[in-house]
């Protein structure tokens, strides 16, 4: 079976430390999302960015739209969201 290692935050440092640190300021925890990037950490940053302009940026969508896409996805792919 596939393991992805899920970085806990005593294992990071640089970048990384900075990402886990502004994850935990915005959710108050660390989601899975965010951890299993640890060992990317511009990468990690970079899909927050993405993530964030999706989801806060301009759009003809309203953010209960884009969460309510977000949750049929989710759901679609049978992933917790």
Excluded: K
């Excluded at 299993?36 to 739209?65: C, F, K, N, W």
């Amino acid at each position: 079976m596939p393991h992805i290692h899920v970085f806990d935050y005593d294992e990071t440092a640089g970048l990384a430390r900075a990402e886990y640190d502004a994850a935990l300021r915005r959710a108050g925890r660390i989601w899975n999302i965010v951890s299993v990037q640890g060992h990317l950490p511009e990468v990690m940053r970079d899909s927050i960015r993405l993530y964030s302009s999706i989801m806060y940026g301009q759009s003809p969508l309203t953010r209960a739209q884009r969460e309510m896409l977000a949750v049929v996805t989710s759901t679609v792919n049978e992933c917790h969201y």
